[in-house]
């Protein structure tokens, strides 16, 4: 903060606020709404962090559509709104405030916001036990002509985050799940979990 890129961007969001404002008075307490498409699309991603971090400190209501998993891992996953295409219309999923107790939440905030923010633009998450099972689910997928990424599935590893919380997650944001595990004593309990 108090660098020049700072001051150009909130001069620049000041100047469109008065624009936008006109002559309308407002009342002191009243929270103007900002419609904000796609921001990603016209500055680098440090930038982006920037302007968001500023917009954040004025009193406004947002509005912002986005494919950036970058602006996403800014962005408490409670505030999120995940929009689905389906057939004949578009289904609107989130957690809202109080969607999880707070340990979920933080396994939450941790596995996915800030590090695999991308994965909530995915249509299916295919839950693995670890790191290994990543690598190899990936490459055989590869092998057999399957890009997942251009398909919409994300391979994500469990184990560290715990299975229950990303299954909550799924299910509250709209995304389809699978869980693949090994048959060992560790998998058994991971697949009780996912049945029972």
């Known amino acids: 903060p108090g660098g020049r890129s700072h001051r150009v961007i909130l001069l620049g969001l000041f100047s469109t606020l008065l624009q936008a404002k006109g002559t309308v008075r407002l009342d002191r307490d009243a ?22 971090h500023l917009l954040n400190l004025l009193p406004l209501q947002r509005v912002t559509t986005t494919n950036s998993g970058e602006l996403l891992s800014l962005t408490p996953v409670e505030q999120v709104c995940r929009l689905v295409r389906e057939s004949s219309r578009v289904s609107a999923w989130r957690l809202g405030p ?5 340990e979920d939440s ?7 916001r800030f590090n695999r923010a991308s994965s ?19 490459e055989l997928a590869r092998q057999c002509g399957h890009h997942f990424d251009a ?7 469990f184990a560290q985050s ?22 060992d004593e560790a998998g058994k309990k991971y697949a009780a979990t996912v049945l029972g």
């Open 31 to 52: 929270r103007p709404l900002l419609l904000i498409e796609d921001p990603e699309t016209r500055l680098h991603p440090i930038m982006l962090s920037v302007a968001w």
């Open 162 to 183: 715990g299975l229950k919380p990303l299954i909550k997650f799924a299910r509250r944001m709209g995304i389809q799940w699978h869980v693949l595990v090994d048959g």
């Open 106 to 112: 933080r396994r939450i905030a941790f596995h996915i």
């Open 98 to 102: 109080g969607g999880m107790n707070a």
């Open 151 to 157: 398909e919409g599935v994300k391979v994500i590893e």
């Open 120 to 138: 909530l633009f995915a249509r299916c998450w295919l839950l693995v036990e670890g790191e290994t099972e990543t690598w190899v689910i990936n």
